[in-house]
């Protein structure tokens, strides 16, 4: 079976720097995404990474390790629009990707 | 290009009642899937179409939910009877090909289902 973990909240300051953490047990690893959903609204695609280390994308950044298991989604220079749930999902050669609990992440002034 | 459109975006029903949910992917996109989100928890996963045939249902939870795709265009997700659990956001996602690694999938808005 599939086990994602994930915080469930965080909460940090505008202009800051803030890592949320994913790991995952899983059979069949593709690979891993990282969408953001605001409030009422759909997910939206920010990453996806398949080889282990850094792929930055402006002020978005993920990391991979596949022998730990292990994601993590940084965001740098945060803004008051950065606020919303960030989902960590598993890929599977299943052919679907099975999501974690999300972070809610409030940045505050 | 239009996103993908789920109808409705809210509905309440009584519990008993059937309510069928109606998704359209974005335009050649062969690949769509059913997840929905219960309670606060994880967005599951429910069942994947290609075009028109099901590859995956391992997600549906029960006979009560049947899904259909006729054509390989939109997608309905009906569930009969529908009972107070299944209340939840319902997504739907398409992408045009199994391997979807550079974009992800293209999610609608859900629909958020409350079964009284």
């Known amino acids: 079976g599939q086990n994602i973990d994930q915080p469930t909240e965080m909460t940090a300051t505008e202009g800051a720097i803030v890592q949320i953490n994913c790991t995952y047990q899983?059979?069949?690893?593709?690979?891993l995404f990282w969408y953001q959903q605001h409030a009422g609204e759909a997910p939206t695609f920010l990453s996806y990474?398949?080889?282990?280390g850094l792929e930055e994308k402006g002020r978005f950044s993920s990391f991979l390790s596949r022998s730990k298991g292990y994601s993590y989604l940084l965001l740098k220079e945060l803004q008051m629009k950065d606020s919303a749930s960030y989902l960590c999902?598993?890929?599977?050669?299943?052919?679907?990707?099975?999501f974690g609990d999300g972070t809610t992440l409030t940045v505050k002034p | 290009e239009a996103g993908v459109t789920q109808f409705p975006s809210h509905s309440v029903i009584e519990k008993g009642q059937t309510v069928t949910l109606r998704c359209d992917p974005i335009?050649?996109?062969?690949?769509l899937y059913w997840y929905r989100r219960v309670m606060g928890k994880e967005i599951k996963f429910l069942l994947h179409?290609?075009?028109?045939?099901?590859?995956?249902e391992s997600g549906m939870p029960n006979n009560r939910f049947l899904a259909e795709r006729t054509g390989g265009t939109y997608s309905t997700l009906k569930v009969q009877p529908a009972e107070l659990e299944d209340s939840g956001v319902y997504f739907c996602?398409?992408?045009?090909?199994?391997?979807?690694?550079?974009?992800?999938?293209?999610f609608g808005s859900g629909t958020r289902l409350t079964v009284v």
């Open positions: 999902a598993v890929w599977t050669n299943a052919g679907k990707s099975t």
């Open positions: 179409f290609v075009k028109e045939s099901k590859q995956d």
């Open positions: 335009s050649g996109h062969d690949n």
């Open positions: 990474n398949v080889l282990d």
């Open positions: 996602a398409s992408s045009r090909d199994g391997d979807h690694s550079n974009y992800g999938y293209t």
């Open positions: 899983t059979s069949g690893f593709n690979g």
